[in-house]
Protein backbone atom coordinates (compact mmCIF):
# COMPACT_ATOMS: atom_id res chain seq x y z
CA UNK A 1 0.00 0.00 0.00
CA UNK A 2 1.26 3.67 -1.18
CA UNK A 3 2.33 5.52 1.68
CA UNK A 4 0.35 8.80 1.19
CA UNK A 5 -2.53 6.08 1.29
CA UNK A 6 -1.58 4.52 5.08
CA UNK A 7 -1.29 8.06 6.19
CA UNK A 8 -4.92 8.35 4.96
CA UNK A 9 -5.74 5.86 7.44
CA UNK A 10 -3.96 6.36 10.02
CA UNK A 11 -6.18 9.75 10.33
CA UNK A 12 -9.08 8.18 10.16
CA UNK A 13 -8.62 5.68 12.83
CA UNK A 14 -6.62 8.82 15.14
CA UNK A 15 -10.30 10.44 14.94
CA UNK A 16 -11.79 7.44 16.03
CA UNK A 17 -8.98 6.96 18.90
CA UNK A 18 -9.35 10.67 20.28
CA UNK A 19 -12.90 10.53 20.76
CA UNK A 20 -13.69 10.83 24.21
CA UNK A 21 -11.15 8.98 26.23
CA UNK A 22 -12.32 7.14 29.47
CA UNK A 23 -10.80 3.64 30.05
CA UNK A 24 -12.05 3.52 33.93
CA UNK A 25 -14.83 0.21 33.24
CA UNK A 26 -13.07 -0.74 30.11
CA UNK A 27 -11.14 -3.53 27.67
CA UNK A 28 -7.71 -4.70 26.90
CA UNK A 29 -6.58 -7.47 24.20
CA UNK A 30 -5.24 -10.00 24.16
CA UNK A 31 -4.09 -13.05 21.61
CA UNK A 32 -5.28 -16.24 21.40
CA UNK A 33 -3.43 -18.83 19.21
CA UNK A 34 -5.99 -21.43 18.06
CA UNK A 35 -4.05 -24.07 16.54
CA UNK A 36 -1.74 -24.04 13.40
CA UNK A 37 -1.58 -20.82 11.87
CA UNK A 38 -4.80 -19.40 12.97
CA UNK A 39 -5.43 -16.87 15.84
CA UNK A 40 -7.64 -14.69 17.53
CA UNK A 41 -7.91 -11.34 19.02
CA UNK A 42 -9.97 -10.85 22.24
CA UNK A 43 -11.27 -8.09 24.21
CA UNK A 44 -10.39 -8.69 28.21
CA UNK A 45 -12.97 -7.19 30.08
CA UNK A 46 -11.53 -5.17 33.22
CA UNK A 47 -12.43 -7.11 36.52
CA UNK A 48 -15.53 -5.66 37.13
CA UNK A 49 -19.48 -5.83 39.19
CA UNK A 50 -21.13 -4.06 36.10
CA UNK A 51 -23.60 -6.48 34.57
CA UNK A 52 -24.60 -4.04 31.95
CA UNK A 53 -23.88 -5.97 28.47
CA UNK A 54 -21.63 -3.62 26.32
CA UNK A 55 -22.43 -2.14 23.53
CA UNK A 56 -19.47 -1.51 20.88
CA UNK A 57 -19.54 0.90 17.94
CA UNK A 58 -16.02 0.62 16.87
CA UNK A 59 -12.63 -0.55 17.85
CA UNK A 60 -9.22 -0.49 16.64
CA UNK A 61 -5.63 -2.48 17.03
CA UNK A 62 -2.24 -2.92 15.51
CA UNK A 63 -1.26 -6.65 14.61
CA UNK A 64 2.89 -6.53 14.19
CA UNK A 65 4.72 -9.40 12.50
CA UNK A 66 8.15 -10.25 11.56
CA UNK A 67 9.40 -8.59 8.26
CA UNK A 68 7.94 -10.41 5.07
CA UNK A 69 5.49 -11.90 6.89
CA UNK A 70 1.49 -11.46 6.28
CA UNK A 71 -2.01 -12.37 6.77
CA UNK A 72 -5.06 -13.82 4.60
CA UNK A 73 -7.11 -10.80 5.28
CA UNK A 74 -9.03 -12.16 2.92
CA UNK A 75 -10.38 -14.94 5.27
CA UNK A 76 -10.55 -13.10 8.18
CA UNK A 77 -13.32 -12.95 10.26
CA UNK A 78 -14.23 -10.12 12.72
CA UNK A 79 -17.08 -9.08 15.47
CA UNK A 80 -19.40 -7.05 12.96
CA UNK A 81 -18.06 -8.96 9.75
CA UNK A 82 -16.68 -5.61 8.05
CA UNK A 83 -13.16 -5.32 9.61
CA UNK A 84 -10.36 -3.71 7.55
CA UNK A 85 -7.14 -4.75 7.88
CA UNK A 86 -4.56 -2.38 6.44
CA UNK A 87 -1.37 -3.63 6.14
CA UNK A 88 1.70 -1.04 6.54
CA UNK A 89 6.06 -1.61 5.45
CA UNK A 90 7.57 -1.30 8.44
CA UNK A 91 9.84 1.21 6.66
CA UNK A 92 7.19 3.53 6.91
CA UNK A 93 7.15 3.91 10.59
CA UNK A 94 11.38 3.61 10.55
CA UNK A 95 11.13 -0.28 11.93
CA UNK A 96 12.75 -1.98 9.13
CA UNK A 97 12.51 -5.21 10.55
CA UNK A 98 8.89 -5.57 11.27
CA UNK A 99 5.63 -5.17 9.09
CA UNK A 100 2.07 -4.69 10.56
CA UNK A 101 -1.61 -4.35 10.33
CA UNK A 102 -3.93 -1.89 11.30
CA UNK A 103 -7.09 -3.36 12.23
CA UNK A 104 -10.40 -1.47 12.68
CA UNK A 105 -14.28 -2.20 12.03
CA UNK A 106 -17.29 0.27 12.18
CA UNK A 107 -20.14 -1.30 13.40
CA UNK A 108 -23.29 -0.67 11.18
CA UNK A 109 -25.23 -1.17 14.10
CA UNK A 110 -23.87 -1.63 17.26
CA UNK A 111 -22.81 -5.28 18.31
CA UNK A 112 -23.51 -5.92 22.57
CA UNK A 113 -20.69 -7.92 24.19
CA UNK A 114 -21.63 -10.41 27.20
CA UNK A 115 -21.39 -8.08 30.43
CA UNK A 116 -18.14 -7.37 32.12
CA UNK A 117 -19.11 -9.15 35.58
CA UNK A 118 -19.52 -12.45 33.72
CA UNK A 119 -15.18 -11.59 33.07
CA UNK A 120 -15.99 -13.60 29.52
CA UNK A 121 -13.34 -12.89 26.78
CA UNK A 122 -14.97 -11.58 22.90
CA UNK A 123 -13.70 -12.87 19.91
CA UNK A 124 -12.93 -9.70 17.44
CA UNK A 125 -10.72 -10.64 15.02
CA UNK A 126 -9.60 -13.96 13.88
CA UNK A 127 -7.31 -14.48 10.99
CA UNK A 128 -4.55 -16.81 9.64
CA UNK A 129 -0.98 -16.20 9.10
CA UNK A 130 0.54 -16.81 5.47
CA UNK A 131 3.65 -18.71 4.39
CA UNK A 132 4.26 -21.22 7.59
CA UNK A 133 6.90 -19.15 9.34
CA UNK A 134 9.22 -20.52 11.99
CA UNK A 135 11.33 -17.42 13.21
CA UNK A 136 10.13 -14.46 14.61
CA UNK A 137 7.24 -12.77 17.07
CA UNK A 138 4.08 -11.36 16.46
CA UNK A 139 2.41 -9.36 19.01
CA UNK A 140 -0.23 -6.75 19.62
CA UNK A 141 1.03 -2.95 19.57
CA UNK A 142 1.14 -1.98 23.34
CA UNK A 143 -0.50 1.42 23.50
CA UNK A 144 2.63 2.83 25.91
CA UNK A 145 5.16 1.82 23.60
CA UNK A 146 7.62 3.87 21.89
CA UNK A 147 6.06 3.24 18.24
CA UNK A 148 2.53 3.88 19.54
CA UNK A 149 3.41 6.90 20.93
CA UNK A 150 5.29 8.16 17.69
CA UNK A 151 2.54 6.87 15.32
CA UNK A 152 -0.42 7.66 17.79
CA UNK A 153 -3.29 6.37 15.42
CA UNK A 154 -1.65 2.76 15.59
CA UNK A 155 -2.84 2.58 19.61
CA UNK A 156 -6.05 -0.02 20.31
CA UNK A 157 -8.91 1.38 21.06
CA UNK A 158 -12.77 0.85 21.83
CA UNK A 159 -15.89 3.21 21.41
CA UNK A 160 -18.59 1.51 23.83
CA UNK A 161 -21.52 2.25 26.01
CA UNK A 162 -20.81 0.93 29.41
CA UNK A 163 -23.06 2.36 31.49
CA UNK A 164 -26.85 1.90 32.41
CA UNK A 165 -28.40 4.88 32.17
CA UNK A 166 -30.77 5.04 29.00
CA UNK A 167 -28.33 6.93 26.91
CA UNK A 168 -26.29 5.73 24.06
CA UNK A 169 -22.82 7.10 25.17
CA UNK A 170 -19.85 5.67 23.02
CA UNK A 171 -16.41 6.60 24.33
CA UNK A 172 -13.21 5.07 24.20
CA UNK A 173 -13.05 2.18 27.29
CA UNK A 174 -9.51 1.35 26.11
CA UNK A 175 -7.12 2.61 28.21
CA UNK A 176 -4.68 4.68 25.90
CA UNK A 177 -1.72 5.38 28.46
CA UNK A 178 -1.51 1.35 29.42
CA UNK A 179 -0.15 -1.48 27.53
CA UNK A 180 -3.59 -1.93 26.89
CA UNK A 181 -2.91 -5.75 26.70
CA UNK A 182 -3.43 -8.75 28.59
CA UNK A 183 -1.56 -11.91 28.60
CA UNK A 184 -0.86 -13.61 25.92
CA UNK A 185 -0.72 -11.11 24.02
CA UNK A 186 2.80 -12.35 21.91
CA UNK A 187 3.42 -15.60 20.32
CA UNK A 188 6.90 -16.64 18.72
CA UNK A 189 6.29 -18.65 15.94
CA UNK A 190 9.24 -20.73 16.59
CA UNK A 191 7.12 -23.08 18.30
CA UNK A 192 5.59 -23.96 14.95
CA UNK A 193 8.87 -24.97 13.67
CA UNK A 194 9.56 -27.65 11.44
CA UNK A 195 13.00 -29.35 11.10
CA UNK A 196 13.35 -27.73 7.12
CA UNK A 197 16.18 -25.64 7.15
CA UNK A 198 16.68 -21.99 5.49
CA UNK A 199 18.67 -21.26 2.53
CA UNK A 200 21.65 -19.07 3.29
CA UNK A 201 23.75 -17.12 0.93
CA UNK A 202 20.91 -16.37 -1.41
CA UNK A 203 19.76 -13.18 -3.00
CA UNK A 204 17.23 -11.48 -5.20
CA UNK A 205 18.35 -8.63 -7.43
CA UNK A 206 17.33 -6.03 -8.38
CA UNK A 207 15.17 -4.87 -5.31
CA UNK A 208 12.70 -3.16 -6.68
CA UNK A 209 12.45 -4.85 -9.59
CA UNK A 210 11.08 -3.75 -12.66
CA UNK A 211 10.20 -6.59 -14.57
CA UNK A 212 12.66 -9.62 -13.95
CA UNK A 213 14.66 -10.54 -10.87
CA UNK A 214 16.95 -13.02 -10.43
CA UNK A 215 18.06 -15.28 -8.13
CA UNK A 216 21.50 -16.16 -7.01
CA UNK A 217 23.44 -18.30 -4.33
CA UNK A 218 21.88 -21.37 -4.45
CA UNK A 219 22.32 -24.28 -6.98
CA UNK A 220 19.24 -26.93 -6.41
CA UNK A 221 16.30 -24.85 -6.84
CA UNK A 222 13.05 -26.84 -6.84
CA UNK A 223 10.26 -24.41 -7.37
CA UNK A 224 9.97 -20.25 -6.84
CA UNK A 225 6.32 -19.12 -5.59
CA UNK A 226 5.39 -15.76 -5.17
CA UNK A 227 2.29 -14.20 -2.77
CA UNK A 228 0.79 -11.08 -2.56
CA UNK A 229 0.33 -9.31 0.82
CA UNK A 230 -3.30 -10.98 1.16
CA UNK A 231 -1.43 -14.71 0.91
CA UNK A 232 -2.81 -15.09 -2.91
CA UNK A 233 -0.71 -16.81 -5.31
CA UNK A 234 0.46 -14.74 -8.31
CA UNK A 235 3.63 -17.07 -10.18
CA UNK A 236 4.37 -20.38 -9.41
CA UNK A 237 7.05 -21.84 -11.56
CA UNK A 238 9.05 -25.35 -11.38
CA UNK A 239 11.32 -24.17 -14.82
CA UNK A 240 13.44 -21.44 -15.44
CA UNK A 241 13.75 -21.15 -11.93
CA UNK A 242 16.99 -18.57 -11.91
CA UNK A 243 14.44 -15.71 -12.75
CA UNK A 244 11.50 -14.42 -11.48
CA UNK A 245 9.43 -12.87 -13.79
CA UNK A 246 7.49 -9.92 -12.25
CA UNK A 247 6.48 -7.97 -15.69
CA UNK A 248 2.48 -8.92 -15.60
CA UNK A 249 2.37 -8.05 -11.74
CA UNK A 250 1.13 -4.65 -10.78
CA UNK A 251 3.26 -2.73 -8.71
CA UNK A 252 2.97 -3.86 -4.68
CA UNK A 253 4.35 -5.48 -1.80
CA UNK A 254 5.63 -9.60 -2.57
CA UNK A 255 6.42 -12.61 -1.02
CA UNK A 256 9.17 -15.26 -2.70
CA UNK A 257 9.48 -18.24 -1.37
CA UNK A 258 12.43 -19.92 -2.92
CA UNK A 259 12.26 -23.87 -2.16
CA UNK A 260 15.41 -25.73 -2.70
CA UNK A 261 16.23 -29.51 -2.42
CA UNK A 262 18.82 -28.38 0.76
CA UNK A 263 16.03 -26.14 2.29
CA UNK A 264 13.89 -22.64 1.61
CA UNK A 265 13.41 -18.88 1.90
CA UNK A 266 11.19 -16.81 2.10
CA UNK A 267 12.12 -13.09 0.50
CA UNK A 268 10.51 -9.57 0.42
CA UNK A 269 10.22 -8.69 -3.06
CA UNK A 270 9.19 -4.75 -4.34
CA UNK A 271 7.85 -4.66 -7.58
CA UNK A 272 7.96 -0.98 -9.15
Do not use: C
Not at 40 to 58: E, G, R
Not at 220 to 235: A, C, K, P, W
Amino acid sequence: MKKTTFILLLFTAFALFTSNVNAQDGYTYTLQHNGGYSFTIQAVPNPSANNFATSVQSYGFTIIVPDGVTIDTGSATSLGGGASATFFDGNNVAQSSIDGYLVTETLGSPVSLTAPSAGTNSDMFTFTVNGNPNIGNMYILENNSALANAVTPLKSFMQADMIDNGTAEYVNVVDPNAAAVTAPSTFNFATLSTTEVELTGVSVFPNPVKDVATISGVTDLESVEVTNINGQRVLYNTTNLETIDMTNLPAGIYLAKIQATSGSKTVKLIKE
